[in-house]
């Protein structure tokens, strides 16, 4: 019998036969009934809040696969990232993740639909496909200025925030009410004005931060808790029914006024919104079920976007030295659609590898699978409990230090499976791009305006409500950068070329280039040594229009960046992100 099945999975399995049985499988020692279920409840070791603390330690004493009987459901616990490779591998057509039974509960009463986040099968696939267009780099590019104008906006505002003292205390609230403005851009086609003074636009945004705040609390604890919402309505499951009618009716208003626009004038409206006009013109879809997915992007954008905004500059904040090496590069480089600086990129990596808002990667894998040399049945749910990978010394040297260099370096290649915070394959965060975009958006302009400091010498954790999120309030004090105004720059510095034009010699163009894209105004002063004085203009605004050291991966693909992707938005199935994964515009973006 042992050979047939060895016979059977070598071919499936790249790195292991199939020598161990799935009940060989290490794990905790289950109790009659209840099996595992005390580990997290309140007689056991472990708290639900702290559930990857939980899970690390099991992985100490188990090693990288742990069975759980967690009341009659068998799950795994896995560690090694060749079996989460794997896991996706097994994922099938239509991935499967655990599914937040008491939301898809009351959207299918109420609604008669359920949505892409709590569903799965051919109706989540059917949901998915109309939300793809959210990975096109292109699309997503659009919505970079309006969402920059968003991000300084925000920056520019927090001044007002501090107290006394020049603290901005409990960050995370202001970064909220960010992401909500530049999700709302994309969703309803409008600002929503969260940083207004207007008291009524502050009481609407506010209860919408709220609501979602509420909202993803309650999720948390239905998905964690039995199910006791199916015996009587609980207190969660009521908050999930009024924050989502609340939410829902958020959409409605907002999609009349977008309607409205789109029959005004159709072909303004696909240039300026092209994700709004692509979901309200689909044929395919009823109108709730427009509302409902509109409501989802919203509400996927608010929360962890504004968490990772938050360590982000937790991060930055604690290591002074490379907040200014960004604040130089930024200084040097002006940020644009494909041109973002590689550091600042580096530290939104090292922020999700150290921080990531996700608790792990599940699925309930399709067919039999061979995970760590054991026969894994179909149907078996299985965890991959990457917040604690991405942190093992065995895949990153001193994991637990901010080090966005290891990302830089051409040595130090981690396996791309130790940390995954979008998750990955076909169910991947549609909103990845978006979050990435805004998330670098926010902290560019922070860091352009603001030294940041660390208040606390606290050790922040993440503790886990639905999301993973911050364990206390993170407060910044923040250090008014002073920019500078006017640059004066005598023409006797201008050397002449063999046209007989002027221009600069390198040295001062490498210093003048990096007041070109700080709103600096150039003064050019002494008397005409060229044929005009327009000359020095000219030549100014050429260094302004080849400023950019352009990064040469991203030279190399510019054009193609959707066409690199066509996988991702246009096929769902799950091997064809293994070319997604090898596209070098996914590392770099
Ligand atoms: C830093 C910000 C974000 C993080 C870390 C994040 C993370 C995730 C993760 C881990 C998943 C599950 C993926 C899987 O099972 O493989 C997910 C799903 C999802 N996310 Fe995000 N997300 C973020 C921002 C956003 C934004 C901005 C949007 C909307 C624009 C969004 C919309 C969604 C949706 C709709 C799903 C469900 C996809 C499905 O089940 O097919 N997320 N996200």
């Given at each position: 019998?042992?050979?047939?099945?060895?016979?059977?999975?070598?071919?499936?399995?790249?790195?292991?036969?199939?020598?161990?049985?799935?009940?060989?499988?290490?794990?905790?020692?289950?109790?009659?009934?209840?099996?595992?279920?005390?580990?997290?409840?309140?007689?056991?070791?472990?708290?639900?809040?702290?559930?990857?603390?939980?899970?690390?330690?099991?992985?100490?004493?188990?090693?990288?696969?742990?069975?759980?009987?967690?009341?009659?459901?068998?799950?795994?616990?896995?560690?090694?990232?060749?079996?989460?490779?794997?896991?996706?591998?097994?994922?099938?057509?239509?991935?499967?993740?655990?599914?937040?039974?008491?939301?898809?509960?009351?959207?299918?009463?109420?609604?008669?639909?359920?949505?892409?986040?709590?569903?799965?099968?051919?109706?989540?696939?059917?949901?998915?496909?109309?939300?793809?267009?959210?990975?096109?780099?292109?699309?997503?590019?659009s919505y970079w200025s309006?969402?920059?104008?968003?991000?300084?906006?925000?920056?520019?505002?927090?001044?007002?925030?501090?107290?006394?003292?020049?603290?901005?205390?409990?960050?995370?609230?202001?970064?909220?009410?960010?992401?909500?403005?530049?999700?709302?851009?994309?969703?309803?086609?409008?600002?929503?004005?969260?940083?207004?003074?207007?008291?009524?636009?502050?009481?609407?945004?506010?209860?919408?931060?709220?609501?979602?705040?509420?909202?993803?609390?309650?999720?948390?604890?239905?998905f964690h808790q039995p199910p006791w919402w199916k015996l009587w309505r609980t207190k969660a499951y009521k908050i999930i029914e009024s924050t989502q009618d609340f939410m829902m009716g958020?959409?409605?208003?907002?999609?009349?006024?977008?309607?409205?626009?789109?029959?005004?004038?159709?072909?303004?409206?696909?240039?300026?919104?092209?994700?709004?006009?692509?979901?309200?013109?689909?044929?395919?879809?009823?109108?709730?079920?427009?509302?409902?997915?509109?409501t989802e992007i919203f509400q996927g954008g608010i929360d962890a976007t504004g968490t990772v905004i938050t360590m982000m500059l937790y991060e930055l904040a604690r290591n002074p030295s490379i907040q200014t090496s960004i604040y130089e590069d930024l200084m040097k480089n002006k940020m644009r659609p494909g041109h973002i600086s590689p550091l600042l990129r580096a530290c939104l990596k090292e922020t999700l590898r150290l921080h990531p808002t996700a608790g792990g990667t599940s699925r309930i894998i399709d067919s039999d699978a061979v995970l760590s040399g054991y026969h894994v049945p179909k149907g078996t749910l299985v965890i991959g409990v990457n917040p604690v990978i991405s942190k093992m010394g065995r895949h990153f040297s001193d994991p637990l230090t901010f080090d966005p260099w290891r990302f830089l370096k051409k040595t130090e290649t981690a396996h791309p499976y130790t940390s995954l915070p979008f998750g990955h394959g076909a169910r991947m965060c549609p909103g990845r791009r978006f979050a990435e975009q805004e998330i670098l958006l926010c902290v560019a302009e922070v860091i352009l305006k603001y030294e940041v400091l660390s208040v606390s010498s606290k050790d922040i954790f993440m503790f886990l409500e639905m999301n993973l999120v911050p364990s206390e309030p993170i407060d910044f004090k923040l250090i008014l950068i002073c920019p500078i105004k006017f640059l004066v720059v005598p023409t006797h510095l201008f050397m002449t070329n063999k046209k007989g034009f002027p221009v600069l010699p390198k040295s001062h163009q490498v210093a003048i280039r990096q007041f070109l894209f700080q709103e600096t105004q150039i003064l050019i002063i002494g008397a005409q040594r060229h044929q005009h004085y327009k000359h020095y203009q000219q030549y100014m605004e050429h260094m302004?229009?080849?400023?950019?050291?352009?990064?040469?991966?991203?030279?190399?693909?510019?054009?193609?960046?959707?066409?690199?992707?066509?996988?991702?938005?246009?096929?769902l199935e799950a091997q064809t992100y293994e070319v997604f994964e090898k596209d070098p515009v996914k590392y770099t973006e």
């Open positions: 019998m042992r050979s047939l099945f060895t016979r059977k999975f070598l071919n499936l399995s790249r790195s292991y036969s199939v020598n161990k049985t799935f009940q060989e499988i290490p794990g905790p020692k289950p109790l009659p009934l209840i099996g595992n279920a005390l580990l997290f409840s309140p007689l056991g070791p472990y708290k639900v809040s702290r559930l990857l603390d939980g899970f690390a330690d099991l992985q100490k004493q188990y090693g990288d696969i742990i069975k759980l009987n967690m009341g009659n459901k068998i799950s795994l616990l896995i560690f090694n990232p060749d079996d989460i490779r794997s896991m996706f591998q097994y994922e099938g057509k239509y991935p499967q993740r655990p599914t937040f039974e008491a939301l898809k509960d009351y959207r299918k009463k109420k609604y008669q639909c359920v949505g892409v986040v709590p569903d799965n099968g051919e109706e989540w696939h059917r949901m998915r496909q109309n939300v793809q267009i959210l990975l096109k780099l292109k699309t997503v590019h309006r969402q920059q104008a968003v991000a300084q906006e925000f920056s520019a505002g927090l001044l007002s925030k501090m107290n006394s003292d020049g603290i901005l205390e409990d960050f995370l609230q202001y970064a909220f009410q960010y992401s909500l403005e530049a999700i709302g851009v994309v969703c309803y086609g409008k600002r929503l004005n969260c940083f207004s003074n207007n008291s009524e636009d502050y009481r609407v945004n506010k209860a919408i931060v709220q609501a979602n705040v509420k909202f993803l609390k309650a999720l948390g604890e239905t958020t959409a409605v208003k907002y999609l009349q006024e977008a309607r409205q626009k789109l029959i005004e004038n159709p072909d303004r409206f696909l240039e300026e919104d092209p994700i709004l006009y692509h979901l309200l013109e689909n044929r395919n879809l009823s109108e709730t079920e427009k509302n409902l997915l509109v302004w229009q080849v400023g950019y050291e352009s990064d040469p991966v991203m030279q190399f693909a510019q054009g193609y960046e959707d066409f690199l992707q066509f996988p991702l938005h246009n096929n």
